[in-house]
């Protein structure tokens, strides 16, 4: 969040301090005072709507424009560990060199020749083809990515954004990872994942390779 403050004019909770109190970490932080979209929304008429997409977009845009630093690969602001509650094999993971390392770690290392087991014809070429996409040499720079966009972390006020809140999943990611992390952590809001269109940029070839993904290393 600090981060965020210094980096950008997202709207983020000020930080007073942080300290760790018998193991265990605690952050003190300005309240923003709004209304999570999910409450909000019903309040809302679609010219306001709308105006809370735009300045989502814009926001989304301003921290997608943040310059790693030289030799930056898939790690937090700090260039350590990541977090993501949605990947359950740890409680941390990373940092990683490159984003082939990052793919590499996600499909538990699987390699291109690795034994097809009892899989059918048709769901092994979807394993080679996300493999094939993964290993890519010409994957973009990571982009920094808020990482659990949900519409529980929006706050809005008078039809404005006020607040973009837990920021924990944070991090430098694949430039595709804030929509697919935005899709695939509201399954349950399909009406999120249409509107994700409309401040995120869709990569749709990527939604299916993390489609694939979660279905055979299904941590989300």
Not at 169 to 179: D, E, K, L, S, V
Request: hydrophobic share 40%.
């Amino acid at each position: 969040m600090k981060y965020v403050a210094e980096s950008t004019s997202i709207p983020v909770p000020k930080v007073h301090c942080s300290f760790v109190y018998k193991d265990r970490a605690f952050i003190l932080m300005e309240r923003i005072r709004g209304e999570t979209i999910p409450q909000a929304w019903a309040g809302l008429d679609e010219a306001a709507r709308q105006r809370v997409h735009s300045q989502l977009k814009a926001m989304i845009q301003e921290l997608r424009a943040l310059k790693p630093p030289p030799g930056t690969g898939v790690q937090n602001c700090v260039g350590g560990e990541l977090f993501d509650s949605r990947i359950t094999r740890c409680p941390t993971f990373g940092p990683f060199k490159t984003v082939q390392d990052f793919h590499f770690w996600l499909r538990d290392e699987l390699t291109p020749a690795g034994a097809k087991h009892n899989i059918e014809e048709d769901e092994w070429r979807d394993i080679e083809k996300m493999v094939a996409m993964q290993d890519a040499a010409s994957w973009p720079p990571p982009v920094f990515t808020h990482g659990d966009l949900n519409p529980a972390n929006i706050l809005v006020r008078g039809g404005h954004v006020v607040g973009i809140i837990d920021w924990e999943f944070a991090g430098w990611y694949p430039h595709y990872w804030g929509y697919t992390s935005a899709w695939y952590g509201n399954i349950t809001r399909t009406d999120w994942q249409d509107a994700l269109g409309q401040f995120l940029e869709p990569f749709p070839a990527e939604l299916e390779m993390e489609r694939t993904r979660t279905r055979w290393w299904g941590e989300i």
